[in-house]
């Protein structure tokens, strides 16, 4: 009998609650505060801290932290709005450091 997949996401480095999904990585070339980073399109059991002004390396964004939504670790942030022109694509968008995840399902 075949074994049943779900789909490969990646978890909280703590407490592994589910948090974003493989299938909506945009990009593996980010930097994060702590080493390699993510975006993704989408994520799921998360908490989002105060929106805060934030000068990143490829400009001002305004940006929230995004926490675990079960051990409230800091896992990344999400753009919340882009000043340059060039950098709006990011809107919407959560960066996962990938320090701070795991793979499931793999």
């Excluded at 997949?5 to 505060?33: E, M, T």
């Amino acid at each position: 009998m075949d074994e049943v997949v779900g789909p490969r996401l990646y978890s909280c480095c703590n407490c592994r609650n589910h948090v974003c999904l493989h299938d909506d990585i945009i990009s593996k070339a980010f930097q994060g505060r702590n080493g390699r980073a993510f975006l993704f399109s989408h994520a799921m059991n998360i908490v989002l801290g105060p929106k805060e002004d934030r000068q990143l390396m490829t400009g001002l964004h305004t940006v929230a932290d995004v926490h675990c939504g079960d051990c409230d670790e800091v896992l990344g942030w999400k753009y919340e709005r882009a000043y340059e022109e060039t950098q709006k694509y990011k809107e919407g968008k959560f960066i996962f450091e990938k320090s701070k995840i795991v793979k499931e399902n793999w």
